[in-house]
């Protein structure tokens, strides 16, 4: 798609179940955004479904079921969305990868255990097989002096990706398909949580080189090679290009931050959660243990695990207004939270200004991490705000924000 452009797509649904399409990261109108129940009543099997709205924002993101979804994406139901600047900088080359993992039995089949409570109550559900766009590792190519736009895409349910591109020279453009100052990462390492995106350039060396990886360190104890970068026998160019690589803004209201009404969410639960909470000095959570034998509530938003589909308000933005969620992570494991139909800017961790109060829609917080977070609830209706770890979001670590 190019910005600016209406998106019109009848999605048929041929499974025999309920399902929808939510556009993860695009400002639509509310009817638009794909959540069962809460937005449209789910397309059910043999339906059809007509979605329909402008692509405001360039960049780069992706579409899923936001019904049952910890099976349906599990099971490899979703697509990157990538929607072109008018003016795109210009690159040798314009890649995406989809980053995926599956849990496969022995055969290779995909394993039907699809939320048990060992995973919703821990790390979620991991698989042992990743892939880039639905392939296992293999080679890269590339060409030396050559630059590539590369799109990250972490489609996965439970898995954090940590990438390092070894000698590649790389700079991040976009998170979350907005445009960031660009930069290079601590430690050069690409880290994205569940949902989250990244749009990197990437500056192949000039001078002559054969081999290089791109390796995963998300999981301390079990580094891999995803890739093997491998060179071309000649050279594109000599040096890197000197063209611009900054990207253009998208038209996103700047939240007045001093004048803003403040929130407080608190996320408890899951396993080893009670421990967090006593050192956080807060009263334990109730009903975790309840959860696991329901396969119900063991996550908790500010209390309130949810359980079926969540349709009451927890918290109501005012219309118009710059709003700062102050969120506070009081359990054992890291989450990925994102808010449907808009954009913020995530301002602080632990009260340490973000060196680039970067644009996002899916925030990583970390085990006894606050951050604080600022938007204007510009786009009105009831949205979903969960973790995006989508064993978590179906043990109710969900909620609905209502901007009115
Ligand atoms: Cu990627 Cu509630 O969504
Ligand atoms: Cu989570």
Not at 8 to 35: K, Y
Not at 270 to 276: D, L
Not at 314 to 324: A, D, P, Q
Request: glycine share 10%; hydrophobic share 40%.
């Amino acid at each position: 798609m190019r910005q600016g452009e209406r998106l019109r797509i009848d999605v048929t649904n041929g499974l025999d179940e309920e399902t929808t399409v939510h556009w993860h990261g695009l400002r639509l109108p509310n009817a638009m955004d794909g959540v069962a129940y809460l937005t449209q009543v789910p397309i059910a099997p043999g339906e059809t479904f007509t979605y329909e709205f402008d692509a405001i924002d360039a960049g780069t993101f992706w579409y899923h079921p936001h019904q049952r979804s910890f099976e349906q994406v599990g099971r490899g139901l979703y697509g990157p969305l990538v929607i072109e600047e008018p003016n795109p900088p210009q690159v040798d080359r314009d890649v995406t990868w989809v980053l995926d993992d599956w849990r496969l039995n022995r055969n290779g089949t995909i394993s039907d255990d699809f939320a048990g409570p060992m995973d919703m109550s821990h790390a979620g559900r991991l698989g042992n097989t990743v892939t880039i766009n639905g392939q296992v590792s293999g080679d890269f190519g590339v060409r030396q002096g050559e630059r590539i736009r590369l799109r990250l895409i972490n489609v996965a349910n439970a898995r954090f990706f940590a990438l390092d591109f070894g000698g590649l020279g790389l700079r991040v453009i976009a998170l979350d398909g907005q445009p960031v100052e660009p930069h290079t990462p601590p430690d050069g390492v690409v880290v994205l949580g569940p949902a989250m995106r990244a749009d990197v350039m990437l500056d192949c060396p000039a001078a002559p080189r054969t081999r290089a990886q791109v390796v995963d360190r998300a999981y301390r104890d079990n580094e891999y090679r995803l890739l093997d970068v491998v060179y071309g026998d000649t050279a594109l160019r000599d040096g890197p290009p000197d063209w611009d690589i900054a990207l253009p803004d998208n038209p996103l209201a700047e939240p007045n931050v001093a004048a803003a009404q403040r929130h407080e969410i608190l996320f408890t639960g899951g396993m080893m959660g009670a421990m967090v909470q006593r050192d956080l000095g807060l009263e334990p959570s109730r009903g975790m243990m309840g959860g696991m034998m329901t396969g119900g509530g063991m996550w908790f938003v500010n209390g309130v695990a949810a359980e079926g589909p969540m349709l009451d308000p927890f918290l109501t933005l005012e219309r118009g207004k710059s709003h700062v969620l102050e969120m506070t992570n009081a359990t054992a494991f890291s989450h990925p939270i994102h808010l449907h139909g808009h954009s913020f800017r995530v301002l602080s961790r632990d009260g340490k200004p973000t060196a680039y109060r970067e644009w996002q829609d899916t925030v990583l917080i970390a085990p006894r991490e606050r951050v604080e977070i600022a938007l204007v609830a510009d786009n009105p209706g009831d949205w979903m705000f969960h973790c995006h770890i989508l064993e978590h979001q179906a043990a109710g670590m969900i909620g609905v924000i209502r901007v009115a």
